[in-house]
């Protein structure tokens, strides 16, 4: 990456900004819900990760109670998901990981 990266004039750079804050919150304003398929993975997920933790030979034995109480926990809640809003996250949205539309400033397409 070069220092030309950075070259936007000010007003183009705050287009790109408010495009990046477009795509960050886009999924706040949608409705998500939770397929039945993606309810099975997740609870296969969860019943395999317990199977790990009821067969792991912990050194201490009060940790197995904790994390398996844990676990308990999860799966009467996965349907909170839903709730939650779906937004882009990534935690190295750097220059080099999105395309900006030099003449406008405008977010093309975000990369990685």
Partial sequence: MSSEDFKLPLKKKMVTLMDLADLGSRGARANTTISDSVMFELTSTLDGIHHIVDNYDFRNTTLRSSISACIGKLP???HDLAALPVTLTHQDLAPFNYLID????????VLD
Avoid: E
């Avoid at 030099?102 to 397409?109: E, F, N, S």
């Fill in 76 to 78: 009467p809640r996965l």
């Fill in 102 to 109: 030099k003449p406008t400033g405008r977010v093309q397409a």
